[in-house]
Nanobody, 124 residues
Framework: QVQLVESGGGVVQAGGSLRLSCAVS????????MAWFRQAPGKEREIVAK????????IYADSVKGRFTISRDNAKNMVYLQMNSLKPEDTAVYYC?????????????????WGQGTQVTVSS
């Protein structure tokens, strides 16, 4: 069973930075595509960034492009989300997700494993 645990959330002022971490309990994450989703109050969960193992590509939502960076350390079974130039609209619970599937991997249903989430609050 694969388990994911996020950390690194908190409260930050607009313009600040946070780095989220996701520890994955698996033999290896090298054959898993990893993603970060977020869910703001009253809104649907949306994908923020994904890193596919099949083509080693990182893809971002337009709303975070140029500000957020997803990265992974396969040797440590860790995934990160570096968030810079944070805005109040980035306030949400952030979730780490993993899947062994191959495909577009844009929808929640394509991800088999989820963390419990970590709260990020950006004050104006």
């Amino acid at each position: 069973q694969v388990q994911l645990v996020e950390s690194g959330g908190g409260v930050v002022q607009a313009g600040g930075s946070l780095r989220l971490s996701c520890a994955v309990s698996a033999r290896t994450i090298s054959r898993y595509s990893m993603a970060w989703f977020r869910q703001a109050p009253g809104k649907e969960r949306e994908i923020v960034a994904k890193h596919r193992w099949s083509d080693i590509s990182a893809i971002y939502a337009d709303s975070v492009k140029g500000r957020f960076t997803i990265s992974r350390d396969n040797a440590k079974n860790m995934v990160y989300l570096q968030m810079n130039s944070l805005k109040p609209e980035d306030t949400a619970v952030y979730y780490c997700a993993a899947t062994g599937r191959i495909g577009v991997l844009q929808a929640q249903v394509e991800y088999d494993y989820w963390g419990q989430g970590t709260q990020v609050t950006v004050s104006s």
